[in-house]
Structures are given as C-alpha cells and as structure tokens.
Nanobody, 120 residues
Framework: QVQLTESGGGLVQPGGSLRLSCTAS????????MGWYRQAPGKERELVAK???????NYEDSVKGRFTISRDNAKNTVYLQMNTLKPEDTAVYYC??????????????WGQGTQVTVSS
C-alpha cells in the first residue's frame, strides 16, 4: 500500500506565499503522475497542478504564473509553491499520486488534505 502525508497549509494574507509538500511512503515500486487538487466550500474538487514522472507540468488557468509544482523523486515527494495568493485560493488542498505498489498494479492515492486560507 501507499500512504501520502501532506504538510504546509495554513493561514496567509493576500499576496503571501505557502509551500505544500506531499510525501509518499509504503511499499512503492514506482510513482507516476503526482498532482494537487483543491476543493472550496460548496464547490467540486478541481485539479490545480500536475507533474508527470519525467517532470512535464500542467496548471489550472487561474494559478498559472503564481503556482509551481515540482517533485523530488529521491524523496518520493511533490511540492506546490504558491505565490501571490488570493482569497479565491482558499480551499482544502489534496495531494494525488498515481503509484504502483510492489506486487500490484497502478492505483490513484489521495492525501488527507491540508487547509489553505487566504485572508486579511
């Protein structure tokens, strides 16, 4: 099995920055795509950013130029650097990883979620 541990959320003023981290652990054979989703109150969960195993990235339009996704394969960790935060970025952020455990096929795994609140 694969477990995801997120960290880095919190309260920040508009214009501020946060960095989210998500580390995968367990009996991992291979990690494929890694990404971040978010869900605001009353809204559906949406993709924020994704990074492939060879570091190709894509972003939701509203975060382009402000957020940067990266990964450290040696640490099985994906990061989301969030700059110039806006109140509309307020949401619970979820890490998502497509992983192959030892002896199994690929599955999608979700982190527990971390709250990001942008408010003055």
């Amino acid at each position: 099995q694969v477990q995801l541990t997120e960290s880095g959320g919190g309260l920040v003023q508009p214009g501020g920055s946060l960095r989210l981290s998500c580390t995968a652990s367990g009996s991992i054979f291979r990690l494929n795509d890694m990404g971040w989703y978010r869900q605001a109150p009353g809204k559906e969960r949406e993709l924020v950013a994704k990074i492939t195993s060879d570091s190709n990235t894509n972003y939701e339009d509203s975060v382009k130029g402000r957020f940067t996704i990266s990964r450290d394969n040696a640490k099985n960790t994906v990061y989301l650097q969030m700059n110039t935060l806006k109140p509309e970025d307020t949401a619970v952020y979820y890490c998502n990883v497509r992983a192959r455990p030892i002896g199994s096929g690929y599955s999608n795994y979700w982190g527990q979620g971390t709250q990001v609140t942008v408010s003055s």
